[in-house]
């Protein structure tokens, strides 16, 4: 994480204190949410310990709650996906046109050309473990006709947001810190003091925008979009612009379980290893002669006068472990996960009842499903800002191959933003359901709908039309499996006339 002790060095000696003090509020929690994740704390040592002996460590079984569950519900929110996390669909209750899959599938080859795969999973990270996460949009610098997402570090993010609207940004500031040689490798600049890293500073508001290397102004201009392109997702927002970080609830309850367990292991050491005391022991008995460890037996000689039968013993030790401390450990690890909204059988613990049925494991999913529904809200808003900003900024360079009506068609909320099964579903279900719905008469399902059904994706659609009109399979499709295959007009006029059947039980 960054850490600015002058913002005068930034450029910002003109922000008002109230926004520095929000922005180093803001840095300060990070930072420390930052060491949870990592297991920085885990080299924590204990304050007080006898002068000179070994320091232990604070937290020395090192149980990571905070990154267990931070990457957990990361991985939950795009459900069942492959290739992208999301996709672009025109909104279902729209009837598409030409422009409207030609704006999906532009969203698709952005979200391709910016590697969306780990972008978006990095930017779901950092909503768990901060609160909120940064994409920045902008044409892309290394292939023409093409606007990139771009993942921006939270460290680096110092915003100005519209009181009346936390969705939108006044002014943002991006500020990276660079070694000399990545300064003038990436950048061509060379600093006039060569012994100190340079900082870059890129601000966006409105209708301008700057660049800053050190204390010189590289570049300067105006914004031709009209918006800051930047879009800040939270995780979900109450009070806090900057949003709630699941590391806020996990990170009391995680010292508190290793504490527990610190606890239980010196007990355990004690246990083994014990401070032992003699009384009125014979004049040899030394540790040499009595020696401790695995397998050792003492002789303890004969006793005096009247010889009792011979008899072997051994030393026991009373455990000093309270019997309800591992139900204390247990209660806490469970309430972590609960706070969390992370039920055991997220985890494969279960006692076989998500076995039973869908319905069943669906219920005891519930509190994890509507967490990630609730998380994808605001993922959802977020991300369709960004699809805007893309549209704006396709719209102003006026890029080859790039239609107006796809970028009218994004800009008037034709497109909507889908998300893979919170559930694996079962694939023979999902096969009856199509079968079933495409034996009606008329279908009750599209083609299309049945392909995305069976996650085969929208390109499939186009080949089994391809297919089913091959020369070499036309033949065999109408005469070998008796399926009749006319051209478009044909169909047309067969689903026309199946639709007139259905509704006055005569020939049309």
Request: aromatic share 10%; glycine share 8%.
């Amino acid at each position: 994480m960054i850490d600015f002790p002058v913002w005068a060095d930034l450029g910002m000696d003109a922000t008002s204190d109230e926004h520095k003090d929000s922005w180093e509020g803001e840095l300060g929690r990070a930072q420390k949410y930052w060491y949870y994740f990592t297991g920085h704390i885990f080299k924590e040592t204990v304050d007080e310990y006898e002068l000179g002996a070994d320091i232990p460590l604070l937290y020395p079984v090192g149980l990571n709650l905070t990154r267990m569950l931070c990457m957990a519900h990361a991985d939950s929110t795009y459900g069942e996906w492959e290739g992208i996390p999301v996709t672009f669909d025109p909104v279902a209750e729209n009837v598409p046109d030409k422009a409207d899959e030609e704006a999906s599938r532009l969203m698709s080859k952005v979200l391709r050309h910016s590697q969306a795969a780990s972008l978006l999973w990095k930017v779901e990270l950092e909503r768990q473990i901060f609160g909120g996460s940064v994409i920045k949009i902008s044409p892309s610098l290394d292939k023409k006709g093409i606007v990139r997402w771009q993942h921006i570090p939270k460290g680096s993010f110092f915003p100005i947001w519209d009181p009346a609207n936390p969705n939108v940004l006044l002014q943002v500031e991006i500020v990276t810190t660079l070694s000399l040689e990545q300064a003038k490798l990436k950048y061509g600049y060379v600093p006039k003091d060569v012994t100190q890293n340079v900082i870059r500073v890129e601000k966006w508001d409105k209708s301008t925008f700057e660049i800053r290397m050190g204390d010189e102004v590289v570049k300067r201009g105006t914004n031709p979009w009209g918006r800051v392109p930047f879009v800040y997702i939270p995780r979900f927002r109450i009070n806090d612009w900057w949003g709630e970080a699941l590391t806020e609830i996990v990170m009391p309850l995680q010292d508190e379980i290793n504490m527990r367990i610190g606890d239980i292991g010196e007990a355990i050491n004690y246990n083994t290893h014990p401070v032992r005391w003699g009384l009125n022991l014979a004049k040899n008995f030394t540790q040499q002669n009595f020696p401790l460890g695995s397998n050792a037996m003492w002789d303890l000689g004969r006793a005096l006068g009247s010889s009792p039968a011979p008899s072997v013993g051994a030393l026991e030790l009373k455990n000093p472990i309270p019997e309800g401390t591992f139900k204390y450990v247990n209660f806490l690890y469970d309430w972590a996960r609960t706070a969390s909204f992370a039920p055991p059988i997220a985890f494969g613990e279960d006692d076989g009842g998500g076995q039973r049925s869908g319905a069943t494991l669906e219920i005891r999913m519930w509190p994890l499903i509507k967490a990630t529904t609730r998380s994808r809200a605001f993922l959802h808003d977020g991300l369709m800002e960004a699809m805007k900003i893309t549209a704006l900024i396709y719209k102003q360079k006026g890029f080859p191959g790039v239609s107006k009506e796809a970028i009218e068609a994004i800009l008037n909320d034709k497109l909507d933003i889908g998300f893979g099964n919170m559930l694996p579903r079962d694939q023979k279900s999902s096969v009856d359901e199509v079968v079933k719905l495409l034996s009606t008469a008329p279908p009750a399902i599209s083609l299309e709908t049945a392909v995305d059904i069976l996650g085969r994706g929208p390109g499939e659609y186009e080949r089994i039309l391809a297919m089913l009109n091959h020369p070499d399979l036309k033949e065999f499709f109408e005469e070998e499996a008796g399926i009749p295959i006319g051209s478009e007009e044909d169909t047309e006029k067969k689903n026309k006339d199946e639709v007139a059947k259905a509704k006055t039980g005569k020939e049309a």
